[in-house]
Nanobody
Framework: QVQLVESGGGVVQAGRSLRLSCAASGSTFSLYVMSWYRQAPGKERELVASITYGGSSNYADYVKGRFTICRDNAKNTVSLQMNSLKPEDTAVYYC????????????WGQGTQVTVSS
């Protein structure tokens, strides 16, 4: 079992930055691929970025060059640095832990709201 707690959401103006954090507890952090997803009103949840224990990262095309995912394996945390925010980035952002090579085992955080005003 993994518990995930997100923080760092808020309201920002377009063009500004925001940093989200996710703290994991309850299991061996190194076993999990960590990801950030988001869900806007009326839309499906979508992958934003993911990162393996070794630091290999993957990004959705719409955030490449603007967002950066990092993980601190010593502190069991993963962060998402979001720069040049756009109104269309407005969504609830969720942290996800997915067991490496066992994708049927996964856990979600409770989500944190990000609102970007124009």
């Amino acid at each position: 079992q993994v518990q995930l707690v997100e923080s760092g959401g808020g309201v920002v103006q377009a063009g500004r930055s925001l940093r989200l954090s996710c703290a994991a507890s309850g299991s061996t952090f190194s076993l999990y691929v960590m990801s950030w997803y988001r869900q806007a009103p009326g839309k499906e949840r979508e992958l934003v970025a993911s990162i393996t224990y070794g630091g290999s990262s993957n990004y959705a095309d719409y955030v490449k060059g603007r967002f950066t995912i990092c993980r601190d394996n010593a502190k069991n945390t993963v962060s998402l640095q979001m720069n040049s925010l756009k109104p269309e980035d407005t969504a609830v952002y969720y942290c996800k832990a997915e067991r490496y090579r066992a994708s049927e085992i996964f856990y979600w955080g409770q989500g944190t709201q990000v609102t970007v005003s124009s």
